[in-house]
C-alpha cells in the first residue's frame, strides 16, 4: 500500500510568487490534514477535510492561503502570494476514519524556501 | 492555553543506553496522546499512542510510554538505543475540546558510536 505522498519535495520561490503543494493520501482515507513546521518552532495545524468539505480550517494563518481537494481525494495548497515568513516544511496526513483515534500517515514534507 | 512542552532540544546518547524523552502537556482534560519520529529524509511515523487505560504503553521499535496524571507527563522510553534511533521525536496531544493535534518542539536524538 502506498503512503502519503507530496509533491514537490522541495520548492523555492521568490517573495511575491504563488507556489502549489499536493498532496495524495493514502487510497481511501477520508481524513486529509495539513501542517506546517516553520524553522525552529513546533508543528502547527493548518486545515481538515472530510473527503472533499472543510471541517475545520482555523488554522490557516491568512486568505494567502488556499487549500482544495477536489473529488476527495488529492489536495493542493497555494500560497499566494508568498511572503519571506511562509517558508517551513508542509506536511500532509490522512487517517481513515475518525479523526482522533485513527492513526494520522504523514507524508515526507514540502520544504519551501521563499527567498 | 493547551500546550505540550519537550523541554529537550537535543539530547546525545551512547549507543546501546537507555533513553528518555520528556514531554509534558498542560490541558484541561487528560488529552489524547502520541508519539511521533521523523527520521532524515522521511515522514512523520507514529511510535504510540495513549488513550485510556493501562498508562504504560507499548510501541513500535521497542519505545514504550508512561503516562502519568499526576505529572502531566508522557515520557518515551527505550531500554537501548541503536544508531538507527537517530532521528527528531516530536510528543503531540488533542481533545475533544480541540480536535487539532498540538505538538511539542520535538527533540532531535543523536547517538554516539
Known amino acids: 500500500e502506498a503512503g502519503v505522498t507530496q509533491f514537490p519535495s522541495h520548492s523555492v520561490i521568490e517573495k511575491g510568487q504563488t507556489v502549489t503543494l499536493r498532496c495524495d493520501p493514502i487510497s481511501g482515507h477520508d481524513n486529509l490534514y495539513w501542517y506546517r513546521r516553520v524553522m525552529g518552532k513546533e508543528i502547527k495545524f493548518l486545515l481538515h477535510?472530510?473527503?472533499?468539505?472543510?471541517?475545520?480550517e482555523s488554522g490557516m494563518p491568512n486568505n494567502r492561503f488556499l487549500a482544495e481537494r477536489t473529488g476527495g481525494t488529492y489536495s493542493t495548497l497555494k500560497v499566494q502570494p508568498a511572503e519571506l515568513e511562509d517558508s517551513g516544511v508542509y506536511f500532509c496526513a490522512s487517517s481513515h476514519r475518525d479523526r482522533l483515534t485513527d492513526t494520522q500517515y504523514f507524508g515526507p514534507g514540502t520544504r519551501l524556501t521563499v527567498l | 492555553a493547551q500546550s505540550v512542552t519537550q523541554p529537550d532540544i537535543h539530547i546525545t546518547v551512547s549507543e546501546g543506553a537507555s533513553l528518555e524523552l520528556r514531554c509534558n502537556y498542560s490541558?484541561?482534560?487528560?488529552?489524547?496522546l502520541f508519539w511521533y519520529v521523523q527520521s532524515p529524509g522521511q515522514g512523520l511515523q507514529l511510535l504510540l499512542k495513549y488513550f485510556s487505560g493501562d498508562t504504560l504503553v507499548q510501541g513500535i521499535k521497542g519505545f514504550e510510554a508512561e503516562f502519568k496524571r499526576s505529572q502531566s507527563s508522557f515520557n518515551l522510553r527505550k531500554p537501548s538505543v541503536h544508531w538507527s534511533d537517530a532521528a527528531e521525536y516530536f510528543c503531540?496531544?488533542?481533545?475533544?475540546?480541540?480536535?487539532?493535534?498540538?505538538w511539542g518542539a520535538g527533540t532531535k536524538l543523536i547517538i554516539k558510536p
Open positions: 477535510f472530510v473527503k472533499e468539505s472543510k471541517q475545520d
Open positions: 490541558y484541561g482534560a487528560t488529552p489524547y
Open positions: 503531540a496531544a488533542v481533545t475533544y475540546s480541540n480536535y487539532q493535534l498540538i
